[in-house]
């Protein structure tokens, strides 16, 4: 069981690009969400899904696009990476979107864009 | 707006030395507090969840109280595996659904 899996751990881009995020969970969750966390700064709520087929913006979501295909996956796309978007990320997800939130977070990746 | 401030930003304990960390609050409408640990490099790890006022929850040396405006994450005789970053967040009514609000945390240092 190896609950909530991000894939890279560590990536660099240059102004411009685009990459996803991988994030997968083998918990059969159907709630799960992106954060980022930025230095000095509380976790920030990106885009959600409360089930495949639905998703949701969250508090900071100009500049990515997520889709739910599957259960299983979430991926996050940076459409075109902005300097500002540095941070590490974080893919959480819980059984449901009712209470309580004991969210099961991913190890993280953490972007550099330059 | 809703709010969640966590002091102090850092406090450094010797092991056995307890303390307590803070957690304030201002939301529209309470749905849940929460706890979470988070070491360096990794995801944070959930602890607690707390959901009216007088409430009480232990787990080994940590037990987390909640009253209408904060929340006191108490640590008694601390061991150095205690030593990580704990935040506080909320989740209220008017939110957007499963949004939680997090504070800033606490870096906690435990010597031995």
Known sequence: NAGVTQTPKFQV???????????AQDMNH????????????????????????????????????????????????????????TSVYFCASNPNEADPIRYTFGSGTRLTVV | EDQVTQSPEALRLQEGESSSLNCSYTVSGLRGLFWYRQDPGKGPEFLFTLYSAGEEKEKERLKATLTKKESFLHITAPKPEDSATYLCAVRDYGGSQGNLIFGKGTKLSVKP
């Open chain 1, 13 to 23: 881009l240059k102004t411009g690009q685009s990459m996803t995020l991988q994030c």
């Open chain 1, 30 to 85: 159907e709630y799960m969400s992106w954060y980022r966390q930025d230095p000095g700064m509380g976790l920030r709520l990106i885009h959600y899904s409360v089930g495949a087929g639905i998703t949701d913006q969250g508090e900071v979501p100009n500049g990515y696009n997520v889709s739910r295909s599957t259960t299983e996956d979430f991926p996050l796309r940076l459409l075109s990476a902005a300097p500002s978007q």
